[in-house]
């Protein structure tokens, strides 16, 4: 198993585990769009972001939302 998508599935988990919803935005692009809850709110994030956030520690929906 390639370990940046053992990094990416290990992020995923931290984010559901924050009560965030998680649903593949683009698998071409790799993109997931993240939310916290309602039907049309969230933030779409490349798998690439979200490793980067968790290596530093700001895997939040705060760290996801100054990506921008």
């Known amino acids: ?13 931290v984010l559901e585990a924050q009560g965030l919803r998680i649903k593949r935005h683009s698998s ?8 916290k809850g309602g039907l049309y709110s969230g933030y779409v994030a490349s798998g690439d972001e979200l490793i980067a956030l968790s290596r530093s520690k700001e895997l939040t929906m705060r760290g996801i939302l100054e990506l921008d």
Not at 1 to 13: F, G, H, I, K
Not at 28 to 35: A, C, D, F
């Open 28 to 35: 071409h692009k790799n993109t997931w769009n993240i939310s």
């Open 1 to 13: 198993m390639n370990s940046s998508n053992s990094e990416l599935d290990a992020a995923l988990t």
